[in-house]
T-cell receptor
Framework: DQQVKQNSPSLSVQEGRISILNCDYTNSMFDYFLWYKKYPAEGPTFLISISSIKDKNEDGRFTVFLNKSAKHLSLHIVPSQPGDSAVYFCAASGAGNMLTFGGGTRLMVKP | DAGITQSPRHKVTETGTPVTLRCHQTENHRYMYWYRQDPGHGLRLIHYSYGVKDTDKGEVSDGYSVSRSKTEDFLLTLESATSSQTSVYFC???????????FGPGTRLTVL
């Protein structure tokens, strides 16, 4: 039973447009959420995070939105660039700072 | 970049053989983790450590054991490798009082 789900396995976006990656969770005890980016043959790299006491966190082109009532978070990338093409994982943290990961979404940004 | 290395980076082995993967950090972080990544499953936690000689099981620990005799090294052992353990293995570290984990480059293991 997956507690963190990324329902879109892939997403294709035109360069310069907005990319929106979605993530849903079921465990209401999760209180911290993270996004990781992964290129082929490399380890995941931390991108951005948000605490459950906030509903938005922004870092340059990347913004994460959290809707606690819907148990949903999203990552917005504006504007999208070809170098953003990667697999994106959302992760949720609860007791003991353990991370539970979603299955990932492959983003392809077309020039 | 966090100072995490994994060795070997690639390994091909046969069913039934023992395999040990090594994770080495230079950050002196207390917490270390082993994950496996499989298509459609994201990253799943195998084992983790919260200090020297302190380890615990994760979500998919069957068939794996770990050891941590020094702060900087965390070893993952497959006592008798099976084809279902073909995967990419990632090590991660975390600083105390922070949620973010930082990952190594991974080890691709193929069990024939």
């Amino acid at each position: 039973d997956q507690q963190v789900k990324q329902n879109s396995p892939s997403l294709s976006v035109q360069e310069g447009r907005i990319s929106i990656l979605n993530c849903d969770y079921t465990n209401s005890m999760f209180d911290y959420f993270l996004w990781y980016k992964k290129y082929p043959a490399e380890g995941p790299t931390f991108l951005i995070s948000i605490s459950s006491i906030k509903d938005k966190n922004e870092d340059g082109r990347f913004t994460v939105f959290l809707n606690k009532s819907a148990k949903h978070l999203s990552l917005h990338i504006v504007p999208s660039q070809p170098g953003d093409s990667a697999v994106y994982f959302c992760a949720a943290s609860g007791a003991g700072n353990m991370l539970t990961f979603g299955g990932g979404t492959r983003l392809m940004v077309k020039p | 970049d966090a100072g995490i290395t994994q060795s070997p980076r690639h390994k091909v082995t046969e069913t039934g053989t023992p395999v040990t993967l090594r994770c080495h950090q230079t950050e002196n972080h207390r917490y270390m983790y082993w994950y496996r990544q499989d298509p459609g499953h994201g990253l799943r936690l195998i084992h983790y450590s919260y200090g020297v000689k302190d380890t615990d099981k994760g979500e998919v620990s069957d068939g794996y054991s770990v050891s941590r005799s020094k702060t900087e090294d965390f070893l993952l052992t497959l006592e008798s490798a099976t084809s279902s353990q073909t995967s990419v293995y990632f090590c991660a570290i975390r600083e105390e009082n922070y949620n973010e984990q930082f990952f190594g480059p991974g080890t691709r293991l193929t069990v024939l």
